[in-house]
């Protein structure tokens, strides 16, 4: 009877070598039918050329079976183990697959072939992990403890496009303003580095700034997200707009050190002189005794031959803080004048520049110091 069998099994072997699979599969299942109950590891060689051919007929789940009826005869088949894995793979079941690792790790021959192994065990349980909470979201799809570890096991297995869709949700449940404002900060925040998604980063900070504009950094992320991909003209927009929510919402430091960083945006990255002393006329309005907008601007309208407004911006800064005031920067209209035409420069000064230099010259007075005040 054995001889028989072992007959048999060669001629299967074969015509499966062969790829004459219908005759093949017939031998092998009369191999597995006089072979009956005997749990040996010629069974399970049986099963797993078995197994062979439903695989390559894509039959992966007959395949799968026939392989767990080997390994449960001879549980240290390597073959069987293997093929085993490769099903799980093609079925995408994760728990299966980090379980025949496990098994497979006796086997390894190697350090780095069981660090392979053991890290790969943890991959596949991860994935099932994120399976599993799928399926129980589809029961409770805004319990958020699930929606948590969701996004965690999403961060953990670098699927960050998952994750800011699962911290999205999460912010979006979010029932106070406030709240809700650093939920999406936090999404925009793993948007912008890791996804490297800029628009969809710059939406969900725009986003969280439409529930409170004072959340922390959020504005800073989006210029910084904007100055960095070289989005120059987006950046001016996202200037103007977030002076426009703070204006709604009185907060006027914050306005004015956004008014700040306009005008220089707009002079230096822009070439918008217009533009940039527009932001300075406006930041002037709101802080009245700001010098160094007022020097700002007055460089800025001299750079562009516009003399008698830098002049004039530059007298009511001195009106405006006397006691700190000096004249350090010259006379505008009367250093044009006295540059003659051959470009020789005469050392006479204007009356208004004489007197100025002299007011400034003497010590303070008692009446002085008390206007100082």
Known sequence: MNDEIEIQLAFASALLDEGRLEEAESAYRSCDDKLGAERSPRHAEVLVCLATIAKKRRQHREAAALLDQALAFFPAHRGALSQRLAVAEELEDSATAAAIRLRMFTFAESDEARLHLLS??????????????????????????????????????????????????????EPLPETRARAFSTAADLCAIKTEN?????????????????????????????????????????????????????????????LHKLASHRDDRLADWQGAAAALDQLIAL????????????????????????????????????STWRPTTRCIACSRARTSATGATSSRACSRCSARRARWSRPPTASTRRSSR
Not at 157 to 171: E, F, S
Not at 225 to 248: F, H
Not at 292 to 321: F, N, S, T
Request: aromatic share 2%; with cysteine.
């Open 287 to 322: 802080a009245p005794n700001d010098l160094d907008a007022r020097v700002q601007l007055a460089g800025l309208l001299e750079a562009h031959e516009q003399d008698a407004l830098a002049v004039r911006c530059l007298e009511v800064a001195a009106e405006k803080a006397p």
């Open 120 to 173: 790969s065990v943890v991959d596949d349980a991860l994935a099932s992990a994120v399976g599993a909470l799928r399926s129980a979201l589809q029961l409770r799809p805004r319990d958020r403890a699930l929606l948590e570890r969701m996004a965690s096991l999403h961060e953990a297995t670098g699927a960050w496009t998952d994750a800011v869709n699962v911290r999205v949700t999460l912010a979006e449940g």
């Open 198 to 258: 800029v628009d969809r980063a710059v939406a969900l900070y725009e986003a969280a700034i439409a529930d409170d504009p004072a959340v922390p950094g959020a504005f800073e992320a989006i210029e910084k997200v904007l100055l960095d991909s070289g989005d120059v003209v987006g950046a001016e927009k996202a200037y103007v707009r977030q002076i426009e929510r703070l204006a709604e919402h009185g907060n006027v430091p914050a306005r004015i050190a956004l």
